[in-house]
Structure formats: structure tokens, C-alpha cells
């Protein structure tokens, strides 16, 4: 039984560890990353901005979930520092996530607008492309997790067959 229980104990606090892992790593991803919320209609659109130093990066993501979508009903547009429309997008699924370039330093701005006077949650993100360092450290939580769960599972395996062998 000593050695389950210390099969259990390695199992349990790779579990936790990869737990904690995961909320790090979210949040070395998402840096630099602006989120917003909130309800879109023909009357109220949902703006959410960030900043950008082009020196930085030469790349930012969107991303648009619409709770409760109807198609033809949004749009999307990024707008750059100087009040250039740089991208704009009908929005025909409930989730849109797309890449842009970003040219100058400075503000750029995410405005999802409506056609439709009902008004579903939008919730949006705009920010600089993590780095591709970043996005592997996204795994290791993940795989420090995996190895936890096979390990209770063989503390499982483990304890069955020791009591068969004790009957």
C-alpha cells in the first residue's frame, strides 16, 4: 500500500502543478492581449482597443464570439491609429478569429456593429500575435497534466489487482 500511496500522492501534485501551469501560461499568452464584453445592436456598438509598437510586432489578431448568432446580422472592423479602416468583415459564424498587419505604432481599435435590434453578448480581443515561445509554453501544462491523469490511472490499476491478489 506504501507504494500507491505514493504513486497517488506523485499523481495528485503533477495534477496541481500542471493546473497551476496552465493559469501561468494563459496568462503569458494572452499579454498584451485587450478583451471586452458586451451586449451589440443596430443602436450600440462594442469597441475594444489596444496598443501596438509596430518596432514589436508586425502582426495582431482579432477574435469575435457572438452568443446567440445570426448570420448577416454583424461586422467587424479594425480600425488603425490614424482612423484608417484596415479591415472589414462580415461576421458569418458565431466565432471569427483573423490575423492583420499592423504598420504604424500606436492604438488600433475592434468595432463589432449590428444590423439587428436584438442584442446577443459579443465578446472580443484584439492584441499583438503571441510568439510562437509563448504558444509552446501553452503544451507543457497540458502534457504535466496527461501524465498526472495516466498516473491515477495506474494507482487504479495497481489497487485493483493488489486486492485480487489479497481475496
Same mark, same amino acid.
Given at each position: 500500500?506504501?507504494?500507491?500511496?505514493?504513486? @497517488?500522492?506523485?499523481?495528485?501534485?503533477?495534477?496541481?502543478?500542471?493546473?497551476?501551469? @496552465?493559469?501561468?501560461?494563459?496568462?503569458?499568452?494572452?499579454?498584451?492581449?485587450?478583451?471586452?464584453?458586451?451586449?451589440?445592436?443596430?443602436?450600440?456598438?462594442?469597441?475594444?482597443?489596444?496598443?501596438?509598437?509596430?518596432?514589436?510586432?508586425?502582426?495582431?489578431?482579432?477574435?469575435?464570439?457572438?452568443?446567440?448568432?445570426?448570420?448577416?446580422?454583424?461586422?467587424?472592423?479594425?480600425?488603425?491609429?490614424? +482612423?484608417?479602416?484596415?479591415?472589414?468583415?462580415?461576421?458569418?459564424? +458565431?466565432? %471569427?478569429?483573423?490575423?492583420?498587419?499592423?504598420? +504604424?505604432?500606436?492604438?488600433?481599435? @475592434?468595432? %463589432?456593429?449590428?444590423?439587428?435590434?436584438?442584442?446577443?453578448?459579443?465578446?472580443?480581443?484584439?492584441?499583438?500575435?503571441?510568439?510562437?515561445?509563448?504558444?509552446?509554453?501553452?503544451?507543457?501544462?497540458?502534457?504535466?497534466?496527461? %501524465?498526472?491523469?495516466?498516473? @491515477?490511472?495506474?494507482?487504479?490499476?495497481?489497487?485493483?489487482?493488489?486486492?485480487?491478489?489479497? %481475496?
Amino acid at each position: 500500500m506504501q507504494k500507491s500511496g505514493i504513486m @497517488l500522492i506523485s499523481s495528485a501534485a503533477l495534477i496541481v502543478i500542471g493546473l497551476l501551469l @496552465l493559469v501561468l501560461g494563459n496568462q503569458i499568452i494572452l499579454e498584451g492581449i485587450s478583451q471586452g464584453n458586451g451586449k451589440v445592436s443596430s443602436s450600440q456598438t462594442l469597441t475594444v482597443s489596444a496598443d501596438f509598437d509596430s518596432q514589436e510586432t508586425s502582426v495582431g489578431i482579432f477574435a469575435v464570439q457572438i452568443m446567440e448568432f445570426k448570420d448577416n446580422t454583424f461586422s467587424v472592423k479594425v480600425i488603425d491609429p490614424f +482612423e484608417s479602416e484596415i479591415i472589414f468583415q462580415p461576421i458569418n459564424e +458565431e466565432t %471569427i478569429e483573423k490575423e492583420f498587419d499592423v504598420l +504604424e505604432t500606436g492604438t488600433y481599435k @475592434l468595432i %463589432i456593429e449590428s444590423t439587428s435590434n436584438e442584442e446577443p453578448i459579443v465578446f472580443a480581443a484584439i492584441g499583438p500575435l503571441p510568439d510562437t515561445n509563448k504558444q509552446l509554453f501553452g503544451f507543457i501544462p497540458l502534457i504535466v497534466l496527461v %501524465i498526472g491523469m495516466i498516473g @491515477l490511472v495506474v494507482v487504479g490499476i495497481y489497487g485493483v489487482k493488489n486486492r485480487r491478489k489479497s %481475496i
